[in-house]
Nanobody
C-alpha cells in the first residue's frame, strides 16, 4: 500500500507559477500509474495530468484539455515524488488538487478517470486571484 502526501499549494495572482509535490511512502512510485486531479467547490473531480508507466523507466504523459501547455507532470524516482509544475495560472485553476496512484496494469496507459485510481492524497489547495 502506498501513502501519498501533497504539498506546494497556495494563493497566487493570475499569471503566477506553482509547483505541487506528491511524496509517496510505503511503495516506490515507479510501479504505479500516477495522476493529478482537481476539484472546485460544487464541481466534479477533473483530470489534470497523468503518467502511464512501462516496466522500464520510460513513461507517457497526458493532460486535460484545459491545460493547453501550461502544466507539466514529472517524477523524481530518487525522492519518490510526483510533481505538477503549473505556469500561467488563471482564476479558473482555483481548486483542491489531488495526486493519485494505481498499480500498473497496462504499460504506457494514462488513467484519466478518477475511479481508475486506488490511492489518493489528502489534497492541497490552489487559489488564483485576478
Amino acid at each position: 500500500q502506498v501513502q501519498l502526501v501533497e504539498s506546494g499549494g497556495g494563493s497566487v495572482q493570475t499569471g503566477a507559477s506553482l509547483r505541487l509535490s506528491c511524496t509517496a511512502s510505503g511503495r516506490t512510485l515507479s510501479t504505479y500509474a500516477l495522476g493529478w486531479f482537481r476539484q472546485a467547490p460544487g464541481k466534479e473531480r477533473e483530470f489534470v495530468a497523468g503518467i502511464g508507466r512501462s516496466w522500464t523507466s520510460s513513461y507517457s504523459a497526458d493532460y486535460g484539455d484545459f491545460v493547453q501547455g501550461r502544466f507539466a507532470i514529472s517524477t523524481d524516482s530518487a525522492k519518490n515524488t510526483l510533481y505538477l509544475q503549473m505556469n500561467r495560472l488563471k482564476p479558473e485553476d482555483t481548486a483542491n488538487y489531488y495526486c493519485a496512484a494505481h498499480p500498473i496494469a497496462q504499460q504506457h496507459v494514462v488513467l484519466t478517470n478518477s475511479y481508475e485510481y486506488t490511492y489518493w492524497g489528502q489534497g492541497t489547495q490552489v487559489t488564483v486571484s485576478s
